[in-house]
């Protein structure tokens, strides 16, 4: 085991099943222009609630451009089998991201599931977790939907 080095807890640890999710975005982000670029998977309430009323989050930033001018949202992601290769296409096709690294949106929704967001470090993609999260609250309190 030389060169790996494990604690009591991790050396237990099993893989998430969502490994083709993350792995499949980052195989061709890894540096782009000198960047390296993180993939953050979570389960936003507001978000998921916004979707699960039939929101498509791409359309929200329209009436919000705090939100628009920071963070570009993708169309999402239909409802499609958790831990599964499919969730990990339909999230590449989505953030349309290409084969050199480009990628045109810096977060998507997956529709019963969570989001995920794209940037150079985990704390900028939580900021457009948070502003997308803030905007959905913000949405469904209004009743508009």
Not at 45 to 67: K, Q, R, W
Not at 79 to 99: G, T
Not at 125 to 137: D, F, T, V
């Amino acid at each position: 085991m030389a060169g790996r080095y494990y604690t009591d807890i991790s050396a237990n640890l099993k893989p998430s099943g969502e490994i083709p999710l993350h792995f499949g975005l980052q195989r061709n982000m890894g540096q782009h222009n000198g960047e390296v670029r993180v993939v953050v998977h979570v389960h936003p309430t507001y978000c998921v609630a916004a979707m699960h009323a039939g929101i498509d989050l791409s359309t929200v930033v329209n009436d919000f451009p705090e939100l628009s001018r920071y963070t570009r949202v993708a169309p999402n992601v239909p409802e499609v089998p958790p831990i599964s290769q499919e969730l990990a296409d339909q999230c590449f096709e989505k953030l349309e991201l290409d084969d050199y690294g480009n990628i045109a949106y810096d977060i998507v929704g997956i529709k019963g599931h969570g989001v995920v967001a794209i940037d150079t470090s985990p704390w900028r993609a939580y900021e457009h977790i948070e502003r997308l999260e803030h905007i959905c609250k913000i949405v469904l309190a209004s009743g508009k939907y």
